[in-house]
């Protein structure tokens, strides 16, 4: 792969492998432990603080701590919604962050905002894939059924986000258990490789690569 395998694009690497290891963790244990996430994020803090001050030599992006920390509560923001109706877990909220948090650091606000926007859809859809094919196989149908009417009813009835979240846990032991953070690893990883390396599209220099030297412009843009 082209795009990985130049070294200034270390970051995109490291957080792939952090999401690599959350998502394995997750399917072993259905949880993405605080000792993985919290560093993620505060790493990727660290990383926007270092393109802010100009210490990573050479880095012509557009990063920076302030898209990095947008980054961060986008991700929050997108997986809220979803985590409030029983859907994913804590860790995969913060598993998110992480990830916004590394590429708003890299790419900046643009075009990192939609990365993190349009990967985060992917692991949704790959997340509903997966739970269309448990439900399939396992049977079940009216239980399943009778969850996403209580869920719907949630939405319309509950007086607040807390009270919908203290329901959707009670229904927690009833659902088919999916360690969501798998589908948003599949989907983080597979958008990045999607427009780097099938599908790239190129962007101006000034968003190129953190080698001024290099020839090679990679593909670092979101794609609608």
């Not at 399917?27 to 802010?52: D, E």
């Not at 439900?135 to 009813?153: T, W």
Request: charged share 10%; glycine share 14%; hydrophobic share 50%.
């Amino acid at each position: 792969m082209h795009f990985f395998n130049q070294i200034e694009n270390w970051p995109v690497v490291a957080i792939c492998v952090g999401m690599l290891a959350a998502a394995i963790i997750d399917w072993a244990i259905f949880k993405v432990p605080n000792k993985l996430t919290f560093p993620l994020i505060f790493a990727g803090w660290g990383l926007g603080l270092a393109v802010s001050f100009g210490w990573i030599h050479g880095y012509q992006g557009s990063g920076g701590f302030l898209p990095s920390f947008v980054g961060t509560f986008l991700g929050l923001a997108l997986i809220l919604p979803i985590y409030a109706i029983g859907g994913m877990g804590a860790g995969d909220c913060k598993m998110t962050m992480g990830f916004g948090a590394w590429v708003g650091a890299f790419f900046g606000f643009s075009p990192g905002m939609g990365i993190i926007f349009w990967a985060f859809c992917a692991g949704v859809v790959v997340g509903g894939v997966i739970a269309a094919v448990m439900i399939a196989v396992r049977g079940n149908y009216k239980q399943n059924a009778q969850h996403v009417r209580e869920i719907m009813s949630d939405l319309v009835a509950a007086p607040g986000i807390g009270e919908i979240a203290d329901r959707a846990n009670k229904r927690r032991p009833r659902w088919h258990r999916l360690p969501y953070g798998v589908p948003l690893c599949i989907g983080f990883l597979g958008y990045l490789v999607w427009i780097f390396e099938i599908c790239p599209v190129q962007v101006p220099e000034t968003h190129a690569s953190m080698n001024p030297n290099s020839n090679d412009i990679p593909a670092q843009a979101a794609r609608p």
